[in-house]
Structures are given as C-alpha cells and as structure tokens.
C-alpha cells in the first residue's frame, strides 16, 4: 500500500516517491555508483558465461556425434593427453556398448587462426554421421590427404573447397565444408585419424575413445559401465559426455579464475553502493529528522535507505547485464576464441546476475542504514 507523506513546501509524496527522490539528488555521483555496480555484474555475466559456455559447447559438440561415455585422460587439463589406442580393445565389447570410436583432437594454430579445433576421427565410426555436407565431398578414405571444416572454421580461416590448409608443416586439401549440428564440430577441422597421428608424431596413440550405449540403457547403467571402463583402463577415465569437461582440474581453475575476477569487480561495487549511501544520509540528516519528528519509526527509516540501495543494485544489475551480453558478443568474435565455444546466456545466469546485484546493494545499505536510525529528531531544528 503507497504511504504518503506531506514536506513543507512540497506535494503529498509516496514512499517511493521519497526513495527515488534521495537517488536523483546527485545524479553525477548515482550514476558514477551505478557504473561501479554494473561493471561488477557485466564481469559476473561475461566471465561465467563464457566458463560455463566452454562445458555446454563441447557437451553439445559430443551430443551431436551421438556420443554417450567418454574415455579420456584430461584431468590435469583442458586438452586431453594422449594414451595407446589399443585401449579401445579392452572395453569395446563390454555388456551394453554398442559402438566405440578413436579420437584425436588438438588445439593448435592454424594458419591465421591463433587457436583452431583439430578433430580426427577413426574412419567409418559413427563420429562421422552427424557432418552434412553444405558444399563438396566428404575424403574418399582414411589416407587421402583432405580434410573437412566446419562453416564456422571456414569463415575464420576464410577457405572454401579446393583450397588448401596447412596443419603443422603439411597442407591438406578442403575437399568439403561441412555443418556439424554443434558450436565446436562447425568450428573444427575434421579429418581422419591416422593421418593427424602422423602429423603429429602420435603415432598408434588417440586423447579419447566416444562410446554409444546400447538402447535403452538408463543412467545407472552408464555409471556402470564408465566404473568398469574406469578399471579396464587405468591410464584413463570414463565419464558421461558432458561431465568429463566439467570435472577436469583445468576447468575448475578457470572456474574459479572467472569468479574470483567477478567478484573483485562485485567489491568494488559494494564499496561505491556504501560511500554514495553514507553521504546521502549525511547529506539528509535534518530531512531524516523531520521525518522522525512527524512520526516515522526507525525501522522505517532503515527500510527507506535499504530500498534505495536495493533499488541501486538492480538499476545497476539491469545495466551491467546489457554490458555483459555486449562484451561476449565482443569476446565471442575475437580471433583467439572464434569457433571455440557458445557462451551460455541462459535465463539462470541473468537471473542470478540481478540478484547477485540487488544482494550487494541490501548488503551495502545496512551500515549506512544503521547510520541513519541513530539520528535525533532535534536535527531537525538545526538549519
């Protein structure tokens, strides 16, 4: 219900009324504190959604292939290491495994491209089926000196069919440009396995094997198989496609890298929040104490200055999620990261972005709140 009060010499004004009005008294020094909040937040959106974009990109990268279980040794970090590929013998006809497939993918400079998704494949594994040809042929075998980019990667590399690439000291053939039902196939370069192994000098070695599942097997039978996998393979690891990323260590670094640098930010905001409310109370002792005087509760009066905070937390929370969305957008086009991930700007994390902004201006009023229910209504004699 709006509460209304009258002031000498002013109209009949409602509650909100006399929150907006201590916001709009220093514009300059509202508006500096509001930038201060909404930088805070724009890293908070930016940095985690580009974090969180790195595990979903990659997670609908293998739901793409159809791939349920990985077996990898990645735990150190972000690019597998490679292992025998003879390892693929020892769980490929287990209960419940319907097909495997050997897989060797790098990052690495490509061309003019800082860093590029090189993505090798056994030949004739269902890795293979989810790429649709958008122009061109798919290579004719597993030795033919050609290679498949994704519609993203050939953007950035600025190839199309017929053009040649150079992967280390060799140069491929692009016999096709191909749309891969995900972010990370479309910026890859796909070629077949043998061949990245002899480029790389990884010969007879592979960084995962992607299993399919039988029909029907549930959850549990996945965390089965990836235990029994876990133990037939010692020097790897078996997890559900989308967990192996997310579990790693290097992710978990970079995870909390991408907070701790919010959070830096977010302290900055709680600091400006505080000043600018401390010096409007300052400013508005006598205001205050008339308002005690003509009958106000000092909890009302706390509850006045917590809403103004609050109500800076979310102005600068709305602004600094607009700037979030543009400096990934920003980010995302950047050579060094093009084609590598989808930043993930879900519904939950800009949610959880204004209220991490409304909690830093509750949390930065309550001092200057406190402040402000210790004063006299004698103040209010005082010109």
């Known amino acids: 219900m709006a509460i209304r009060q009258n002031f000498p010499g002013t109209n009949e004004m409602t509650f909100f009324d006399v929150i907006t009005r201590g916001l709009k008294r220093r514009p300059i020094r509202t508006g500096l504190t509001l930038l201060g909040i909404a930088v805070g937040i724009a890293a908070v959106v930016a940095l985690i959604g580009l974090s969180r974009g790195l595990v979903t990109s990659w997670t609908a990268g293998m739901k793409s292939r159809g791939t349920d279980i990985v077996v990898h040794n990645m735990r150190g970090s972000l690019t597998p290491k490679p292992f025998s590929a003879a390892t693929r013998d020892r769980i490929a006809h287990l209960p419940g495994v319907a097909a495997t497939c050997m897989i060797l993918v790098d990052l690495m400079s490509v061309e003019n491209a800082e860093l590029m998704i090189v993505s090798s494949r056994e030949w004739g594994c269902f890795a293979w089926e989810n790429l649709k040809l958008v ?48 972010f990370v196939e479309n910026g890859s370069i ?15 070695k592979i960084s995962a094997i992607d299993v399919r599942v039988a029909a029907g097997t549930n959850d549990a039978g996945i965390r089965r198989l990836c235990e029994e996998m876990s133990r037939l393979i010692p020097e790897a690891h078996a997890e559900a496609a989308g967990e192996h990323l997310a579990h790693t260590e290097g992710y978990r670094v970079i995870s909390a890298m991408s907070w701790g640098t919010s959070l830096l930010a ?21 205001e205050i104490a008339i308002l005690l005087a003509l009958g106000w509760k000092r909890s009302r009066i706390v509850r006045m200055i917590l809403w103004e905070s609050a109500m800076l937390g979310l102005l600068g929370g709305i602004i600094g999620v607009g700037l979030g969305v543009i400096g990934v957008h920003l980010m995302q086009a950047a050579p060094a990261i093009r084609g ?16 991490i902004a409304v909690c830093v201006g509750v949390l930065s009023g309550f001092y200057p709140a406190w402040r402000s229910s210790r004063l006299t209504p004698s103040l209010a004699l005082h010109g």
């Open 135 to 182: 122009s061109g042929r798919m290579p004719n075998d597993q030795t033919e000196r050609a290679v498949l980019v994704g519609t993203t990667a050939a953007d950035v590399l600025k190839k199309k069919v017929g053009d040649t690439v150079q992967i280390e000291t060799e140069e491929l053939t692009v016999v096709g440009i191909v749309e891969g039902g995900a």
């Open 190 to 204: 796909i070629l077949s396995l043998p061949l990245l192994q002899q480029i790389t000098g990884n010969q007879d």
């Open 266 to 286: 977010i302290l900055v905001g709680v600091l400006g929040v505080t000043n600018t409310m401390l010096m409007s109370v300052f400013e508005r002792k006598q």
């Open 340 to 355: 590598l991930l989808e930043p993930d700007l879900s519904v939950n994390l800009i949610l959880m972005a204004v209220t």
